[in-house]
């Protein structure tokens, strides 16, 4: 039933966010033969790297470093072998410039995604989340558009966009609308968030989030085989032949 | 790719609701093999009739006879061969009783639908839509709960619920949440639209409706060959094992 | 800076609500010296107890002396002392009646709330929550008001109303506006959920909603003693004397 | 420019609801010609009249006679010289039965308002008042419809149906859609609230409120002359000829 | 009934915004004598130009002129005589700029419209209809501020400002506030929208939309005269001296 | 209960805006021995003087030299002796540059406030208030963030920030979350409302609103002395000990 010629482009504002809040989707999709394309904007030195700079004398490039290995790491984890670090400043991110337009626009031309996922349109404690959201959406305008002459690109056709669930999911007022089973990979899930030393005390949080996704896909779904799940908004609604 | 085991309950107000909002899909359901069973709560004889009113001394007998008749004609032109009347009043529907909810319930505990397509959560300019909605979603709900005995039932599993769009959408917070093509059975919808001689007026505004719900198709999917579509709301989220 | 001299009324729509949505805060509330009482409108026979229904030839009593049985001894591993059970029927509950109101508003006016904690304004997936959410909040005007007279009581002051978390909360638009620190006493809670042999299932779930509202208070206060939490949504605005 | 030849239906849930919230509307109306009906449909008795069950050993039946006569001189002040008391009984209401929907329904069809203003669709603190805007609405409907007989009447057009702001208006989601310049008719609206006795402490507070709203008024229109104003819904939208 | 010296501001993000979205309005107030200024503040070549950009070798200053010559063939087909291109670049609009929104400030002093009628203000699938629709508001602010000194022009007064209706009215929260009448201009909007060559799958759209606000338009006021309409949300609320 | 070691950092955006909006409270913390800063960041030469500048030949200079001494009086009347005046331009205000986010970031950290009480998150009427919203809580989340260095600045923790109410609180959507009554200070605010003498018009306007909350504080809290009181939002739920 699964088409694996799926191309499906992750966008993640900090080196973990893909992890914590889509991991077990993006492994899922690799396992079943997809493409997936992740991008990591920044490394999150400034503003998602706490507990090392608690180190004395620590410094960016060091903390960089680091970032940059864990998430390499973690990416293995889940099977990813496309990964790009576009290496931009965290806190407060400043992505409304049109050569970084231009960039992501041209990537989704040539990667040519069937699904972006990514931020969601608010995360009331993370402005670089909010800023993330907008960036994505203003490049894929960019991109399905003729009129924008990008060197060495075509034109596109409009893609799904799916948006991370934020960390504090009420207040942000998420409201899950696809809800997808992450059982056959919460094990690679959870490797790969054991890779970021820094934020250890987020897997206990985000494999609970799992298991709690999992209870509602259970009582909403009738089937009793989905033990963890991932949540997302779709940004448009779905359009197709059948009832979903 | 499309499971002919299915059952669709498709849930009506009045005689005619089941066909302006969602006689293309449950045309398409058939015609690709699935089993659809149509409830018809009333006649719309007070409600929905106005022009057969205007015939003097017409009699809620005569009108309903002519309702029923051409709910059932049109009913044929999309292929349904299960279609129950259930005759309850229109204007004002009081549905809020237990004998109505312990049947709703029991249909769905022996017809084991895995979609209800019913009327959506706010219809401004009609109060009966607003009550069919609470009516199903309370059946649903003693339908699958173990210590609702009724006789000669078996508890049923949870189903997806979807809401029709209403007459005028923007005004009552319809947001589309699944937007279905039906052009190979936009035909089959406008002869069984053409049955209803007393809403003549409906029918081109439903053909335009699905012209237009085609064109956000298209826009949105990038499939062009989205000519016509149907647009419905999601009780729940969807909960599944890929992103759609 | 507690003052024990306080009133708390909980209703909880079935026999085991008011454990997994507000036990930990209940329990406190309790070991610090306040009044705590609480009615169970229902035991839940019919909507809340699947697995003891999946016994061959069970009835209504069994279920329902093992739904008290197992409510009573959940009380009083939070250290209540003062519970009653009203015993009226689940699914679907009817609350909108005057003996019902009366009696409400009566306990009111007698018992005398400093703060109420009940039902939230929106459970998508149970109608009956809904039904006490709107039946407390009506009995709690009559109370209030003079010209309702209530035999043997005496008109009372407008209490805080506060609304449980309910289980899917996102679907539920849910957004929290008091997260209480129920660390000391999340012993007993858990203790109280293992009473329910039947919802065995939900005692992992509603471990783990609180160690996250417990993350999530963190967060929000700075204060890094908050191991679990329960959140809950204010009916009215706070009013005093300092910003809190 | 104003049409004299226009009938207003003013429906008002308590005594005096209908002076609080739209008195200088009504009697702007009255003085440029118009017909207003106002439909008083409970005394407000139990609900609204604090003060008078202040005194010891006071009955309903006295409470009731002041409650009429206070508003039948507030109609007065107001140039109102057509008002109908229906004196159902107030917390709870209970409108949802078929004799008081055809009721309404009739004296729609016979009155045939151009306009009706009521209550709107949320009052968090008054639970009577909701029940009055379902059941206006509810009656509109019936009153519209051919195929809804009731004697001596026939069907009547669609009106437009505007909602009062209620008392806390932040709380209750309200948002002006109509803010209606009072100035001219100020002064009654003034001595119509005065003759209120059991609820004094509310003169300044809606004197305040038209204060603020006229000031909201001149700083949306640049119109300066709008000293006083009243705030209301709209349930539909406006249609028309100009932009207005 | 209607006073002919009233000047309308008419903002349009794109060459033919204004016509899909506001034509027949627009028409509709210059047959009848009001002063119409339209302000095209980009031609669209880049994001709303996708035909034209399909032949081979196709040049920005091609499109450009095309989609001048079309939007001003459109003009003159509705009555428009005083239409402004400022040929900012669009895909992506940068509008945030101080001599940007000076210029506008200054055209609203300086043209002192009664009604602005621009982007609304949620557009899901086009983000510089959202950029404009800040930008109008913003200029506004700018405009009746005593302190903002613009060379050659004076402080204008709060004016009214009015919001298309988006593409796909649903996605993006569009709630019809105000429903014009345009069946005496239908004709010239239609002649209007066969002017731009390279959009012409919108003309078809664009009439059901016409169509169906007029169904809307009907349903509301009883006025059956009304066969076409066009729809617009209200910035602010209406303030006047009677119940509009 | 109050206690006294408590920091309030209160960001007005113009010179009047913290006594209108927040006055009494700042007052009340003060008298009873808290430490309130208060940050002006612009005088509101441009957008808030109107009646100065109707003044012939007025200068910028003149207006803010009248600003600021009227600013500095009324904050001796409220007890104010820490008071900031940043000098930005406003009319449009452009907060997002990296030089203003660190310097209220470091403010923040230097100061260590409890509380921040600041523009809320929607004013449909005034793009400076949303814009100052937004600056405030980047700053915040820079300020708590150790990989943010600022010179001679250590990282804070979360503080709590409220949103003050904005003039029109309905139309903005101004959903009032903690009321806090003023009445032991409600004397000194009207002191200070008298020293904006261009904006006289608001005094009463003001009065009359701390009048309203004070009202509705009444009705909420069942609190008779509850006179005056001031409304705000909460941007993060509270949290806490116990039900508030």
Redesign the interface.
Known sequence: ??DPKQN?LVVSGHAADYVWRAGG?IA??LKHGAQVKVVVLSLG??????????KPNQT?ET?AAIRKSESLEAASKLGITDIEFWDYED??MALDD?AK?NRMAALIRTFRPH?I?THGDLD????DHDAVN?FV??AS??AI????PIEGTKTS????I?GFEP?????C?????????ISETMEMKVAAMHCFKAQS?LI??YT??A??RG???R?????KT?AY?E??T???????????
Chains 1, 2, 3, 4, 5, 6 share one sequence.
């Open positions: 039933m699964f499906v989707t899922k999709y030195v400034r503003g998602e790297s706490n507990d090392l700079w608690n960016y903390v806190y407060y049109e337009l699904h996922i009331l404690l993370n402005p907008a959406f203003k305008v960019l558009s003729n009129g924008v056709t409009q893609t799904r799916f960390h504090q999911s009420e207040i007022n998420f409201k899950p609308e696809v809800i997808i089973d005390h206990e949080y609970q989030k298991c709690m209870n509602h896909a009582r909403l779904s009738g089937n989905y799940a949540a997302f779709r940004r448009f609604p779905y359009v197709g032949e059948w009832l979903v």
